[in-house]
């Protein structure tokens, strides 16, 4: 069964997480689908796209998926590690993506809704960071990506204290460009693509990549970078983070030593 779905039409791209049995946990598997449903609306030259969860979905993406995380001692974030091919797939897709979002965002998920261009968000949409629930170090550039969307006081919190940000607070710091009525949601974000597809391509996609490059633009010295890699390097070799995996796959709480 395939673990994502792809509709074409009218030049919009609608995209649905179909992999309820691992709440939409983004592996390997599924992240591949999803890069080649945009390739395919890459070639079918759509003028917008929708990343969305099944209808009525209570959980739009349980976010990486924790049992590919390595354990050996490996850069569990690192370049090319699906989820982040696929942020970089959405970013640089040449029209915008909009993230369509019912239901609860985990971990690498909120970042895959935040590296969309025009998040909506329904009521049930809440959001939580959570490589401090698995003592995971999360990557300077998702880090920087998510700073660039949210206020660097409430980035912090989220890392913080991994805790659900709902939607109306969501949609107060940032995170969400709309909140919509259930009912409404459909045919609000079919609204907004419409508009999108109706106007000029080559503009739209420019600009986007234009704010994508700008964004991007934050000098960080080769030693900045190599320290960072350092401090992030304690923490997936640390015990702390072998016991964060192990703890979700007993369903028990973590037992942390700081080690
Ligand atoms: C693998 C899963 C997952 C999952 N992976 O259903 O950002 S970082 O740094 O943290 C990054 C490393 C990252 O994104 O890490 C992942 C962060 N995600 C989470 O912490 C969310 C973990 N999942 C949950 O808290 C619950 O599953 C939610 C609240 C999403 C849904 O709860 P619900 O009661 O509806 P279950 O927990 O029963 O999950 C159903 C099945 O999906 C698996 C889970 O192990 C279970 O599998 P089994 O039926 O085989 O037991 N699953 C859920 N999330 N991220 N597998």
Redesign the pocket.
């Known amino acids: 069964m395939s673990l994502v779905l792809v509709e074409i039409a009218e030049r919009i791209g609608t995209i649905t997480f179909n992999h309820d049995?691992?709440?939409n946990?983004l592996g390997e598997a599924m992240i591949g689908e999803v890069i080649a449903a945009l390739e395919r609306c890459q070639s079918a030259e759509v003028r917008v796209a929708v990343l969305r969860a099944q209808p009525g979905a209570?959980?739009w993406s349980?976010?990486?998926?924790?049992?590919e995380?390595p354990i050996s001692g490996r850069d569990?974030?690192a370049w090319d590690d699906p989820l982040e091919r696929v942020i970089r797939v959405v970013r640089s897709f040449p029209a915008p993506v909009i993230a369509m979002i019912e239901g609860?965002v985990?971990?690498?998920?909120c970042e895959l809704a935040l590296c969309c261009d025009i998040p909506i968000g329904a009521p049930n949409a809440s959001f939580a960071?959570?490589?401090a629930?698995?003592g995971?170090p999360?990557n300077p550039a998702g880090i920087l990506r998510i700073m660039n969307e949210v206020d660097t006081s409430v980035v912090k919190e989220m890392f913080f204290t991994a805790e659900p940000i709902p939607a109306r607070r969501a949609l107060e710091v940032g995170i969400l460009n709309h909140l919509v009525p259930f009912e409404e949601l459909e045919a609000f974000t079919r609204a907004m693509a419409e508009r999108i597809a109706s106007l000029a391509p080559l503009s739209v996609s420019v600009a986007k990549e234009q704010i994508r490059m700008i964004s991007n633009a934050r000098p960080m010295s080769p030693e900045t970078f190599e320290r960072i890699q350092a401090l992030r390097r304690k923490v997936y070799e640390s015990q702390d983070y072998r016991e964060g995996i192990e703890a979700?796959r007993q369903k028990r709480k973590p037992r942390w030593t700081g080690r």
């Not at 985990?106 to 998920?109: D, H, K, L, T």
């Open positions: 049995r691992k709440r946990a209570k959980i349980a976010g990486h998926d924790i049992d995380l569990p974030l609860s985990w971990g690498g998920a960071i959570t490589p629930r698995i995971v999360y979700f």
